[in-house]
């Protein structure tokens, strides 16, 4: 099982900024666990590109075996 992923730990930690802000009406809290949560989302989107850049490259480098063969 894999652990919590640092986009999960930016989510996780905003919520708990975000509702701390609204029990003591800390706009700053809120602002900065919305931002946190936006760190985790971009985390997410680069992760998933990344992802994404290694299948391609994967399968061109498959593309480029087969013809060695």
Same mark, same amino acid.
Do not use: I
């Given at each position: *099982?894999?652990?919590? %992923? *640092?986009? /999960?730990?930016?989510?996780?930690? $905003?919520?708990?900024?975000?509702?701390? !802000? &609204?029990? %003591?009406? /800390?706009?700053?809290?809120? =602002?900065? !666990? +919305?931002?946190? =949560? #936006?760190? $985790?989302? @971009? +985390?997410d989107l680069v992760d998933? #590109?990344?992802?994404?850049? $290694?299948?391609?490259? &994967?399968?061109? =480098?498959? @593309?480029? &075996?087969? &013809?060695?063969?």
């Amino acid at each position: *099982m894999e652990g919590p %992923t *640092m986009s /999960n730990t930016d989510d996780l930690k $905003g919520r708990t900024k975000e509702a701390a !802000g &609204d029990l %003591t009406d /800390n706009d700053r809290l809120k =602002r900065e !666990g +919305k931002a946190d =949560r #936006a760190e $985790g989302k @971009v +985390k997410d989107l680069v992760d998933g #590109a990344r992802d994404k850049a $290694g299948d391609v490259a &994967d399968k061109v =480098r498959d @593309v480029f &075996d087969g &013809d060695k063969k």
